[in-house]
């Protein structure tokens, strides 16, 4: 059972910037893409980023631009650089399996930024 740990998650002010880890308890990134979801209160679960085994990115529009994925396959960990935040980044940020989320959702990082 591979095992997804997020962390990086705080309390910012708009315009601040946060830095979120995915760590993987396998060397799995060779053969899936891996994405960032958020959920924020009283809304629907959304994919905000996604990372292919090749290395392509993708982006929400309400995000791009501002935040950044990347993944250390060494470290079987991805990355989510996110600046400029924005009061309505605040959610709970998981990480899994793009476009289909086949792996145990993880706690997720609660990122909330004030205005």
């Known amino acids: 059972q591979v095992q997804l740990v997020e962390s990086g998650g705080g309390l910012v002010q708009s315009g601040g910037s946060l830095r979120l880890s995915c760590a993987a308890s396998?060397?799995?990134?060779?053969?899936?893409?891996m994405g960032w979801y958020r959920r924020a209160p009283g809304k629907q679960r959304e994919l905000v980023a996604s990372i292919t085994s090749g290395g392509r990115t993708n982006y929400a529009d309400s995000v791009k631009g501002r935040f950044t994925i990347s993944r250390d396959s060494a470290k079987n960990t991805v990355y989510l650089q996110m600046s400029s935040l924005k009061p309505e980044d605040t959610a709970v940020y998981y990480c899994?399996?793009?476009?289909?989320?086949?792996?145990?959702w993880g706690q997720g990082t609660q990122v909330t930024v004030s205005s």
């Open positions: 396998g060397s799995i990134f060779s053969t899936y893409a």
């Open positions: 899994n399996v793009v476009p289909s989320a086949i792996f145990v």
